[in-house]
């Protein structure tokens, strides 16, 4: 109960913060900060959606990228055959009733079929091949001249929603805002309902849980469509805030910045995907800012935080915090 009211205060402070700050920044003149707030809100949405198959179902996926750049892309998609014509009329759209349902399906389907594949290997083997499916999805964007190849496709039309503007930084924001404390108490309900100690349970005992009479792949792969629907929603949030996408979104790298935050703020606790997030995006810039050589080599200090939190600090920053705030 202790180490559950230190979690407590921590995600308060949190969601306090990053509800307040935003128009303070707006009202000082500070819109760098804002744009790296609403671009932090989104990627911490990925990372709920990484921890929920990581962090509660011990699947260490390499792949969850491609998740992220499938979202961005049915909002660019549409967006471009609505500005320039060709494809379905269906398609040539900028609205958000179909964009956001868009994403969120694409992104569970490519999820349920990648994911019942993957989910018949263990360990290793699961870790490469959910990479190589996410490689092979940058390599179809690459080809696809149409939709800019390489070079990114820009998005000249955000999604139209009828309650926000997403041209307003700060409603766009704000959207986001709210778009995470759902995801946030979407994973808590699901990690604390039947399905979700099940999934844990799994984790823990795979061969105990099949003994129990429970169907663990199912239950996987359930959870592995619903991440994936989850991080399809990040991606359409995040092609909307940044109005380019490219197949560099699809990249491993990135699925490895998704695991970093999870595992730094701490893998299998609702807030330490969130609190992984801020660390990491505010550390980013922060040393990206500093004079050559520094600035350029700044994944050095990244890679040395993570082995220290690694090694001794296990649960990651959340634990670490929650300990000296108990004491």
């Known amino acids: 109960m202790t180490m559950l009211r230190g979690r407590g205060w921590i995600t308060a402070i949190i969601m306090i913060l990053l509800a307040v700050l935003p128009p303070i920044f707006v009202a000082t003149g500070n819109a760098f900060w804002l744009d790296l ?16 198959i990581l962090g509660y179902g011990g699947l260490v996926s390499f792949g969850h990228a491609a998740l992220l750049g499938i979202g961005a892309y049915a909002v660019g998609i549409p967006a471009h055959h609505w500005l320039y014509g060709g494809g379905p009329e269906w398609l040539q759209t900028t609205s958000g009733w179909l964009q956001f349902p868009l994403a969120i399906l694409a992104a569970a389907l490519f ?10 290997t263990r360990g290793v083997y699961f870790i490469m091949i959910t990479m190589a499916f996410a490689q092979m999805m940058y390599y179809l964007i690459v080809s696809i001249e149409e939709y800019g190849g390489d070079d990114g496709l820009v998005i000249d039309q955000r999604s139209e929603l009828p309650f926000v503007d997403f041209s307003d930084p700060l409603q766009q924001y704000f959207f986001c805002f709210v778009s995470l404390v ?68 699809m990249d491993w790298q990135r699925s490895g910045e998704l695991m970093f935050m999870v595992i730094l703020g701490g893998a299998s606790t609702t807030v330490g995907p969130v609190l992984g997030a801020v660390v990491f995006i505010v550390l980013e810039h922060l040393l990206s800012s500093l004079p050559e050589p520094l600035g350029v080599y700044w994944h050095l200090p990244f890679g040395l935080l993570l082995i220290i939190v690694v090694l001794f600090v296990r649960g990651g920053l959340t634990t670490l915090l929650t300990r000296r705030g108990d004491r």
Do not use: D, H, W
């Not at 707030?37 to 929920?52: E, G």
């Not at 795979?206 to 990040?234: D, K, P, W």
């Open 37 to 52: 707030a609403t671009r932090l809100v989104i990627l911490a949405i990925a990372a709920v959606s990484l921890n929920l």
């Open 111 to 120: 999820a349920l079929v990648t994911g019942a594949i993957c989910l018949r």
């Open 182 to 249: 759902i995801v946030l108490l979407l994973v808590r309900m699901i990690v604390n309902s039947r399905f979700g100690m099940v999934l844990q349970g799994a984790k823990g005992n795979e061969e105990r849980m099949r003994t129990l009479g429970y169907n663990v792949y199912a239950y996987r792969l359930t959870a592995y469509v619903i991440s994936g629907a989850m991080c399809g929603f990040a991606g359409a949030l995040l092609g909307n805030f940044t109005t380019f996408i490219s197949p560099e979104m």
